[in-house]
């Protein structure tokens, strides 16, 4: 059960990794405009905008540069993954 569990983990970690990835490459994208515009670019945007544009709501970019994916990705790399580890924490320990 606990080959189970850290199977579990390891692979939501995998999926943060690598969503966080695909994030920097749909920020850096914008850099190049006509990058979004490719297959690729708008894949990458209906992956990344729905969890972007939630963070877009509340911080409001100031001048030309906006911050809310800066605080996104760290929400997704500290936050959430502290939670997910928290959860595997309380489980591996009632699993013992």
Avoid: C, H
Avoid at 70 to 77: C, E, P, S, T
Wanted: proline letters at 5%; hydrophobic letters at 55%.
């Amino acid at each position: 059960m606990i080959a189970i569990l850290n199977m579990v983990y390891n692979i939501l970690v995998q999926v943060l990794d690598i969503y966080s990835i695909l994030l920097i490459i749909y920020i850096l994208m914008s850099w190049v405009p006509a990058s979004r515009e490719t297959k690729f670019g708008q894949l990458l945007g209906k992956i990344a905008e729905p969890y972007l544009g939630f963070f877009r709501k509340f911080i409001p970019p100031l001048g030309m540069i906006d911050l809310s994916p800066i605080v996104a990705i760290f929400v997704l790399q500290y936050l959430i993954r502290r939670g997910i580890f928290e959860v595997y924490k309380l489980i591996y320990i009632s699993l013992m």
